[in-house]
C-alpha cells in the first residue's frame, strides 16, 4: 500500500505526538481515510520528513505518532528563483507544478509591460491555488522543500527579493551572442534568478533596466519555446550540471 505524504505547516509535536488540526484534518480522516495503526509520512518543507503512524483520530483533531525522522541535506547546487510573466488559463498551473518537480525553490510571478493578465487583489485565490499545486507536486516528486510562492510582483519590484543572488540571466529573444550555456559554465556560488518575460517578449526598456541591475542577457539558440515551456528547459539545463558535480 501507497504510504501517502502530506505536507503541514507549524508542526505542533508534543511526547513525539504531532497534533493535526483544521482542513488538514479533515483531509487525512474523511480524504484520505486513513484509521488509527495506518501509516503516514508528513513533510514540513523545510528538508524533513517524518514518518508516522495514525495515534489517534477525534471529531477535529487527529494525533499521529512519530517513528523516525529523516533529514535532507540542502542541495549543493545554487537556490534557483523563477521569474515568470502570469500566463492564462490551465498553463500557468501546469508551469508551476513542472518547475517545482524540476526543483525552483522560489517561483515570483512578474507583471511585465505587456503581461496580458493581471492578479488583481480579488484573484488572490489564484495565488493560494498555486501554493497548493507547489505542495502536491512536492509531496509527488519526493521533494522535502516546498518552493516559495511569491505574490504577483512588478519587474521593477523584483530586486527586494534578491538580496545575496549572484547570479542573474534574463532570456532574451534578440540575444545572438551569449548563451545559457556560457552563464552557467561562468556562474558563481550564491543562488540563481531567471527572469523570462511573457508571450509578447521583453521591451528594450525591460532589458535595459535589467542589464542596469546586474543581469545578464542569454539565449537558448534559434529554437522558440512557448511561454510555460522555456522556464522548464531553463530549469532542466540546471538540473542537469549540477547533476555532474
Known amino acids: 500500500m501507497e504510504i501517502r505524504r502530506?505536507?503541514?505547516?507549524?508542526?505542533?509535536?508534543?511526547?513525539?505526538?504531532?497534533?493535526?488540526?483544521?482542513?488538514?484534518?479533515?483531509?487525512?480522516s474523511s480524504v484520505l481515510?486513513?484509521?488509527?495503526?495506518?501509516r503516514i509520512d508528513i513533510i514540513d518543507g523545510k528538508g524533513y520528513l517524518y514518518r508516522c503512524t495514525v495515534n489517534s483520530i477525534k471529531?477535529?483533531?487527529?494525533?499521529?505518532?512519530?517513528?523516525?525522522?529523516?533529514?535532507?541535506?540542502?542541495?549543493?547546487?545554487p537556490k534557483v528563483t523563477l521569474c515568470v510573466s502570469p500566463i492564462k488559463g490551465p498553463r500557468m498551473d501546469w508551469l508551476i507544478e513542472k518547475a517545482t518537480e524540476l526543483g525552483a525553490d522560489r517561483i515570483l510571478p512578474t507583471i511585465f509591460k505587456r503581461t496580458l493578465i493581471r492578479i488583481e487583489d480579488k484573484e488572490k485565490e489564484k495565488l493560494e491555488r498555486w501554493r497548493r499545486l507547489a505542495i502536491e507536486a512536492s509531496r509527488q516528486s519526493g521533494r522535502f522543500t516546498i518552493p516559495e510562492i511569491i505574490p504577483p510582483t512588478p519587474l521593477r519590484g523584483i530586486t527586494t527579493h534578491?538580496?545575496?543572488?549572484?547570479?542573474?540571466?534574463?532570456?532574451?529573444?534578440?540575444?545572438?551572442?551569449?548563451?545559457?550555456?556560457?552563464?552557467?559554465?561562468?556562474?558563481?556560488e550564491n543562488g540563481i534568478c531567471i527572469v523570462i518575460g511573457p508571450e509578447g517578449g521583453l521591451e528594450e526598456s525591460e532589458i535595459s533596466w535589467l542589464t542596469e541591475n546586474g543581469f545578464i542577457s542569454c539565449t537558448l539558440g534559434e529554437s522558440i519555446f512557448r511561454a510555460e515551456t522555456t522556464p522548464l528547459v531553463v530549469?532542466?539545463?540546471i538540473l542537469y550540471e549540477y547533476s555532474k558535480k
Not at 502530506?6 to 483531509?27: C, S
Not at 487527529?62 to 529523516?70: C, G, R, S, T
Open 33 to 38: 481515510r486513513k484509521n488509527t495503526g495506518d
Open 6 to 28: 502530506v505536507f503541514v505547516d507549524k508542526l505542533k509535536i508534543k511526547n513525539n505526538l504531532v497534533l493535526i488540526t483544521g482542513p488538514m484534518q479533515n483531509y487525512i
Open 59 to 77: 471529531s477535529k483533531e487527529v494525533f499521529l505518532q512519530i517513528l523516525d525522522v529523516v533529514h535532507r541535506p540542502e542541495e549543493k547546487r
Open 162 to 188: 534578491l538580496n545575496g543572488v549572484q547570479n542573474k540571466w534574463v532570456l532574451y529573444e534578440k540575444e545572438k551572442k551569449t548563451s545559457i550555456k556560457e552563464v552557467i559554465s561562468s556562474q558563481r
Open 235 to 237: 530549469l532542466s539545463i
